[in-house]
T-cell receptor
Framework: DGGITQSPKYLFRKEGQNVTLSCEQN?????MYWYRQDPGQGLRLIYY???????QKGDIAEGYSVSREKKESFPLTVTSAQKNPTAFYLC??????????FGSGTQLSVL | DQQVKQNSPSLSVQEGRISILNCDYT??????FLWYKKYPAEGPTFLIS?????DKNEDGRFTVFLNKSAKHLSLHIVPSQPGDSAVYFC???????????FGGGTRLMVKP
């Protein structure tokens, strides 16, 4: 079954801690994306990557970091510099120029 | 500055009636528009799209209309069903890549 897998489903972060959200796809898509959704709001782009070993900042990249060492994987690290990390995080992938397919999301909360 | 706006945060419709969800955009470079449907605690799923060379695209109960001069698009669902209750996001991109800009979403509630 082809798709996008995000893990974990729920994640808790302590003060000053970095946490990493996993995103894996087996759709053979070149492009991958991270979005953040806050309650009652739309999706905001954090980072995106259109090719391995290259990625670009989105609208709200501060306090986040990513890597793209493999085509299938695009992990997102929420660093301690992100002061308001509580949100629903969505990973997506696509063939460049075509529609995005989303994973099922990770809910990050602060302890 | 929000380039894609969905001015109605929520919409309530009776089952069997038409649901009309609206979306406005400001960037004239946008030429590809999509609607996504999202259930709570899940990722959005693609619903329907339209390119700027068309003014209408239909898929079953779902029709998207695009008015380029008004920079406005709408999603019509007819007949509406209780399972259509979800948040609907409008998104837009240009051909420079497929970076989608999303609207804030409209929560649709279809009452039985």
């Amino acid at each position: 079954d082809g798709g996008i897998t995000q893990s974990p489903k729920y994640l808790f972060r302590k003060e000053g801690q970095n946490v990493t959200l996993s995103c894996e796809q087996n759709l053979n898509h070149d492009a991958m994306y991270w979005y953040r959704q806050d309650p009652g709001q739309g999706l905001r782009l954090i980072y995106y990557s259109q090719i391995v070993n290259d990625f670009q900042k989105g609208d709200i990249a501060e306090g986040y970091s990513v890597s793209r060492e493999k085509k299938e994987s695009f992990p997102l690290t929420v660093t301690s510099a992100q002061k308001n990390p509580t949100a629903f995080y969505l990973c997506a992938s696509s063939i460049i120029g075509e529609k995005l397919f989303f994973g099922s999301g990770t809910q990050l909360s602060v302890l | 500055d929000q380039q894609v706006k969905q001015n109605s945060p929520s919409l309530s419709v009776q089952e069997g009636r038409i649901s009309i969800l609206n979306c406005d955009y400001t960037n004239s470079m946008f030429d590809y528009f999509l609607w996504y449907k999202k259930y709570p605690a899940e990722g959005p799923t693609f619903l329907i799209s339209i390119s700027s060379i068309k003014d209408k695209n239909e898929d079953g109960r779902f029709t998207v209309f695009l008015n380029k001069s008004a920079k406005h698009l709408s999603l019509h669902i007819v007949p509406s069903q209780p399972g259509d209750s979800a948040v609907y996001f409008c998104a837009a991109s240009n051909n420079a890549g497929n970076m989608l800009t999303f609207g804030g979403g409209t929560r649709l509630m279809v009452k039985p």
